[in-house]
């Protein structure tokens, strides 16, 4: 969620642990085994959604997998498993370090642009914050697809097989913190709330009953109503992080129908034949970097591509799968016209204000204590307890918007309906900021305001066609014309105030500290906004599913089965296929949706299988795009036919 620095968690180096034995480690090393050895499934990308496909897919002996990831498989790094450590991950060797174009919405500001790039993907990078999204968000799936599998009703039980949701005994008074009915305690997720008390949760829940008009209590966020104030859960099991390498990859490892390879980037689809006159579209082209050999590999059912938001829409340009014109203009052979692909791009703008506390008891000691920090340590390495088991907070608020808003006279209401939420507003017990740069001594109480119903829609288009040239991102944050996005992050700062202002903080909080404070006029705030915002990192739709069919401007890239409109052969499973981003964190609705795709996957017919007229499966293959994109690395792959 945060993309820089909390300053407490700057105290490890990398521990670098690998230790999966089964893991193809490069493509050139494991060439003699990807010949020799026929793939059902080809999946692109390691994270949310490819982890936990690999392991669905592969729960079928007689199904033989590939996932293919561009990170390494270094998942168990000291730095990703303690939660506390997060920070430090944003800026590593795990993250691509994307840029956004010069965001208009944020005086003109290009911000950096996390995703995780090793085995786990962004689950190994995240800040592990676990909320399914409301059930008003998956019905409007259902209703933009014409799929009532995406219902509430219907994944709800995916939601529950996925996780393993502790009541841990180190939780106190867990029972008035989440329904346990609701939740599944057998699956690979672990998840579960957070393990230490922090003076100002007392206070949190006092400050809501004093404003419990406004601040409902809700007892679980993840009821499929997430409105109110409630306790955070965390994809934290026993203290540590859980992410879909650890969860999903690792257990399914073990398996004899499932191979890994890393350290390997895919650089398009390719097309091996047609079926009457649809193209089939079930192979790969990948490779160990820049300046390494090329590799085609076909898939004797489908390619499936789980590459994130970013990667996913980046792979179908470069291929030809998206606006004709674009690939005209980049002289790529279109394979099929879809104007959607790249398009739809939505995030969460993120804006944090510090409010100095009276106490010297905040979690701003892990960085400004030594002695402290030193013991909490030992706490996580000898026992995986102590502060460094925490996330960003214990509690937080998710907030609509009054029904009879003035902005609602002018603007129809973005939202999915009455159980998801506007904006959120988390209380974290420290000194957090995202500009780098010295930071205050002192306690700290940090509130972070943040529009979880952005109207404003991005783009991602190619720069170039050398598929390490990354794509121009433009997430189109706060540049609404209607005034929505700038109004609501005014109200939910507002908002934030409001209940921080309660007779509860008047022991805690000294006072507003920093530019923000001075930001007081609806003109000032906004200013302020447009200074500071920055984004949760939860891109999402850039690929986006529709109803069947109709392939035009508007209408989605993808089938309600997310197969990809006008191929065969083809599926993406991930963050992008969203229509709308959904109101909530977006790791777990993108586990939930990769559920349902294995179950979509191993149900289908539609086998895109090689007996259509096209090129054999399971082979290395030569393309006559790879020689005119590649023409240098040409004599190279000659090598290997
Ligand atoms: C810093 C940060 C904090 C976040 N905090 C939270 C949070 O607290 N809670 C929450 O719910 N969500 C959070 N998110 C968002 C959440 O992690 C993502 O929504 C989710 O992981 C998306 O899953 P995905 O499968 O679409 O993509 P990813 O998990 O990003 O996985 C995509 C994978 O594909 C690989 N890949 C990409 N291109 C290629 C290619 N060409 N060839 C091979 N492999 C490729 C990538 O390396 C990556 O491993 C956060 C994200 C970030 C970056």
Not at 153 to 168: M, P
Not at 388 to 399: I, K, P, R, V
Request: glycine share 8%; proline share 5%.
């Amino acid at each position: 969620m945060f993309s820089h620095s909390v300053r407490a968690a700057l105290l490890l180096s990398a521990l670098s642990s690998s230790s999966l034995g089964a893991l193809l480690q490069s493509a050139d090393d494991a060439a003699d085994q990807l010949t020799s050895t026929h793939y059902d499934y080809i999946i692109v990308g390691a994270g949310a959604a490819g982890g936990a496909l690999a392991n669905r897919l592969t729960e079928d002996g007689s199904t033989k997998v590939l996932l293919i990831e561009a990170g390494s498989s270094d998942y168990n790094n000291t730095n990703i498993e303690v939660p506390w450590l997060a920070p430090v991950l944003t800026h590593s060797q795990f993250d691509w370090n994307y840029t956004t174009t010069p965001q208009e919405g944020l005086d003109n500001r290009s911000i950096a642009y996390a995703r995780g790039k090793v085995l786990g993907g962004s689950t190994s990078i995240n800040y592990m914050i676990y909320t399914r999204a409301a059930q008003d968000d998956w019905n409007r799936f259902a209703s933009v697809t014409g799929d009532d599998g995406w219902n509430w009703s219907n994944i709800l039980s995916y939601a529950k097989k996925l996780e393993a949701f502790q009541n841990s005994p180190n939780v106190q008074n867990a029972t008035s913190k989440f329904v346990a009915n609701i939740h599944g305690t057998n699956g690979p997720v672990g998840a579960g709330l957070p393990q230490v008390s922090l003076p100002i949760d007392q206070i949190g829940l006092n400050a809501q009953q004093e404003l419990s008009s406004e601040f409902k209590y809700n007892q679980d966020v993840n009821s499929g109503n997430m409105i109110g104030f409630s306790w955070t859960p965390f994809a934290i099991q026993d203290g540590a992080r859980s992410n879909s390498a650890r969860d999903y990859i690792q257990p399914a490892l073990g398996r004899s129908n499932l191979d890994v390879l890393v350290n390997t980037q895919v650089t398009k689809v390719l097309q091996t034949g047609t079926d009457g006159n649809t193209p089939i579209v079930n192979a790969v082209q990948f490779t160990s970097g820049p300046n390494e050999k090329l590799y085609n590999l076909t898939a004797n059912k489908e390619v499936i591509l789980s590459a994130g938001s970013i990667g996913t829409p980046q792979i179908l340009l470069l291929s030809g799968i998206g606006p004709a014109d674009q690939a005209k203009s980049l002289g790529i052979q279109s394979i099929v016209d879809l104007p959607d692909v790249g398009q739809n791009m939505q995030d969460h703008p993120l804006l944090t204000t510090n409010f100095q506390v009276s106490s010297n008891d905040t979690l701003d000691n892990l960085s400004l204590n030594t002695t402290f920090q030193a013991e909490q340590l030992a706490l996580w390495t000898n026992n995986r307890t102590g502060d460094f088991t925490l996330g960003a907070c214990n509690q937080w608020a998710w907030q609509r918007l009054a029904d009879d808003d003035p902005i609602f006279k002018n603007v129809s209401d973005p939202s999915a309906g009455p159980t998801s939420p506007h904006f959120q507003l988390i209380f974290s017990d420290l000194f957090i900021a995202f500009s780098g740069g010295a930071f205050p001594s002192g306690h700290f109480l940090t509130l972070i305001s943040n529009l979880y119903t952005p109207t404003t829609r991005g783009s991602l288009t190619l720069n170039s066609t050398d598929p390490f040239t990354y794509p121009i991102i433009n997430p189109g944050l706060l540049n609404d014309e209607n005034g929505f996005d700038i109004y609501t992050m005014r109200q939910a700062l507002k908002a934030g105030r409001r209940f921080l202002a309660a007779n509860a903080w008047k022991d805690w909080i000294i006072s507003e500290f920093g530019e923000s404070a001075n930001a007081t006029s609806d003109a000032d705030i906004d200013a302020y906004i447009r200074k500071n915002a920055l984004v949760v990192n939860h891109v999402s739709g850039t690929v986006a599913m529709g109803k069947s069919g109709d392939s035009s401007k508007g209408a989605g890239a993808l089938n309600p089965d997310l197969s990809v409109k006008g191929v065969k052969g083809l599926r993406v499973v991930d963050a992008s296929a969203f229509p709308h981003i959904p109101a909530a964190h977006t790791m777990v609705p993108t586990y939930i949706l990769a559920e349902r795709a294995a179950d979509l996957i191993k149900n289908s017919n539609s086998t895109a299988s090689g007996s259509k007229s096209g090129s054999g499966n399971g082979a290395f293959t030569p393309s006559a795009t790879l020689v005119s994109v590649f023409a240098p690395l040409v004599a190279l792959v000659a090598l290997l036919l």
